[in-house]
Structure formats: C-alpha cells, structure tokens
C-alpha cells in the first residue's frame, strides 16, 4: 500500500555550542484510509505547528493516532495538545521515562514526562507491530531503549521515519553516529534501518534519498534560524541548512 508522508515542520540539523537545542521534525502519514502524526515536536515548533496542521486539512483535534519515535522533550511535548489521539510509546521508552521521572535529566523535564505518562490515552506496544494497515512500527533501540522507526511505502520507495536513531543526513552518509546506550544494539537498530530504507525521514532534518543523498521535501517553507548579532534589529542572519 502508497502511504503519504508529508513534513508538517522541517527539522534543522543544529546544536548549540553547549548542547542540544532541540528543532525536530514532525510528519504526517496518510494511509488512505487512516492518518498520523509522527512525532510532536518541542516548545520551539509550537507556535507554528497548529496552524500549519489546520491549514494542511488536518487539525490537531481531528488526530486519533500520534506516533512518539522516542520519549525526549523535543519529540512529545506537544502531546497534551492531540487531546482525541491515542499516543503511540514503545513499552521501553515507557519504562524508561517512569524511571526518569525520579531523575533529573536534561531530555526528560519533569513536567511533560509527568505529562506523558498520565496521559489516558498513552499505548504502550512491544517488539515490532502493524500500527494500520500500511505502517509498520519497528523496535530501532539505542538512542533510547524504545526508540523505534516507521517503515512506509511511498512515491520516494520504502520509507523509514527514524526519530534521533538517524538524526540528519550528515550522520547517514558520514555513518558517525551519535551513539547512546550500549553500542552494539544503537548499531544493530541503524543497520536494520540502512538495510530497509529508500528514503529516510529523520529526527532533526528533511527526508533524503538514501542513493543520491536528495533531499526530498521541505514542507511548506525552508528551515531556517534567525539570528540578531547586530544593533541593528533589521539587520539579521539567517543561518539554512545546505540544499
Ligand atoms: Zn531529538
């Protein structure tokens, strides 16, 4: 089955100087007969996120399914807001977060992990599992021991949506990493992706071509960061992503 996947928000393959800052993408999966979000997204994309989602036909409210590739603060704390969703975790990110709500950790804030997990309507689900009928979900842990991808057939060929597992395009092509948990199972949840995948949608990028390194879609806008170095408040550079 042809699924649809469509960037609602571009990530940007950015981190600050002293740390993450967080810009994730969020796509939407159109089966035909079923959709989803996947992902959600951080407190940067809010603004933009809901009035994107409205005008793509799709508001947030209309959502019965939302996939977390993972459970960090720049993947789902825009959760409580898919009030009608049932919420898609993997049972090890579940497990995971419940142990980080007694922890302080710089992915896990303690309100949204609080948030996350109170939620009624949070589905757990292991191993591998056919979410609809077209989507299949993939247990792909390392960068979180439930991490997982989800593998669709689209116009750009088989698809995996990879979460931070394969953050950008950069980390695909150059094969380094940003290796969390034990090594091993990181590297054997990257290679089933690289063995199954077309195209890959990522966590903090565009879709690319696997073969070419093309990007694939951009969403309705190009990503981009506005900075204000000047006195000058008209004066601003703005940092992009290479084409
Ligand atoms: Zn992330």
Not at 185 to 194: L, P
């Amino acid at each position: 089955m042809k699924c649809d996947v469509r960037v609602v928000i571009p990530g940007f393959p950015a981190k600050y100087t002293y740390g993450p800052c967080g810009l994730s993408s969020i796509y939407l999966v159109e089966t035909g007969k079923r959709k989803m979000l996947f992902d959600t997204g951080g407190f940067g994309q809010r603004r933009e996120l809901f009035p994107r989602l409205k005008a793509m036909g799709h508001p947030a409210e209309s959502f019965e399914i939302v996939v977390l590739s993972h459970a960090h603060w720049d993947h789902m704390m825009n959760v409580p807001y898919f009030s009608n969703a049932d919420i898609y975790l993997h049972a090890e990110d579940m497990k995971f977060a419940n142990a980080k709500v007694q922890d302080v950790d710089r992915a896990y804030p303690l309100p949204y992990m609080r948030d996350l997990l109170s939620t009624r309507h949070l589905r757990c689900w292991e191993g591998d599992s056919t979410l609809v009928e077209g989507v299949q979900l993939i247990h792909t842990p390392g960068h979180t021991p439930g991490s997982i991808s989800a593998v669709v057939e689209t116009e750009w060929g088989r698809t995996v949506l990879c979460g931070d597992t394969i953050k950008n395009r950069a980390e695909y092509f150059s094969e380094e990493y940003d290796v969390r948990g034990d090594e091993q199972t990181f590297h054997a949840g990257v290679k089933r992706i690289r063995a199954l995948a077309d195209a890959i949608a990522p966590g903090h990028d565009r879709p690319f071509d696997t073969k070419s390194g093309k990007y694939l879609a951009d969403g309705d806008r190009e990503p981009a960061i506005i900075a204000n170095f000047e006195k000058n408040i008209q004066k601003e550079s703005v940092c992009k992503p290479m084409p």
